[in-house]
């Protein structure tokens, strides 16, 4: 599903000191890759797991990281999980990647414990276009009111269009918007770390938003 920081975690460990986990939480990885952020955040005293669609990298983590817990899983469909079950949830790279963010943002609130905190590390459009903004906000509207038909929320359905998320780039007020106003989140901090990245075609953001107590 995602690609994952390969030796630095400058990023990762930006997010954690934002959202300052206490040693010991229990922390969710999702779209793990081949768990290289499970075994860091386990190593820095947190009890980490991780869930990821590539069954190739989930076991090149498991051979690379012996006992590692990251399994097959997807970020819109969470019912493994028992609401009030996490008191952190990451994405890094991996929300861009998911067919329903939508949704997916939805399940990590009702997965995360009251006061937990999301971190969410992805690619995003610096300088949208009003105009582009505002004729993906109109479509996802439009499509928003189209009936549901059986099989809509079964895994393998085509993407959700969504008002915040477009080209694979997110916007990030939008985002905000959803997050806060629609799921319930509140947003923490948004930061661009765009040249850290050193993405030519995308901005890099970090945001950390927290479930209320």
């Known amino acids: 599903m995602t690609v994952k920081q390969a030796s630095s ?4 460990d930006r997010g954690l000191e934002i959202a ?13 890759g081949d768990g290289s952020t499970v075994d860091h955040l386990n190593k820095k005293g947190y009890k980490a797991e991780g869930i990821e ?7 090149e983590g498991k051979e690379q990281f012996p006992g590692i817990d990251i399994k097959l899983g997807d970020g819109s469909f969470l019912d493994d999980y028992m609401s009030f079950t996490f008191d952190g949830i990451m994405m890094e790279d991996s ?3 998911i067919g329903q963010p939508d949704e997916a943002l939805h399940e990590a609130y009702c997965v995360m414990k009251k006061g937990g905190r999301l971190i969410i590390r992805d690619r995003y459009e610096p300088n949208p276009d009003p105009q582009q903004v505002k004729a993906v906000a109109i479509e996802a509207a439009r499509r928003a009111r189209i009936p549901y038909s059986e099989g809509d929320c079964e895994e393998g359905t085509p993407d959700h269009f969504v008002n915040f998320r477009f080209d694979g780039k997110f916007f990030k007020e939008p985002l905000i918007r959803y997050m806060e106003d629609e799921v319930g989140f509140r947003v923490m901090t948004f930061e661009d770390h765009s040249e850290e990245a050193g993405q030519e075609d995308a ?11």
């Open 9 to 12: 975690f400058t990023l990762t």
């Open 53 to 59: 669609m590539n069954l190739a990298k989930i076991a």
């Open 203 to 213: 901005g890099c953001f970090l945001l950390v938003a927290q479930k209320p107590l």
């Open 95 to 97: 929300l861009r990647e």
């Open 20 to 32: 300052a986990y206490k040693e010991g939480s229990r922390i969710l990885d999702i779209g793990c």
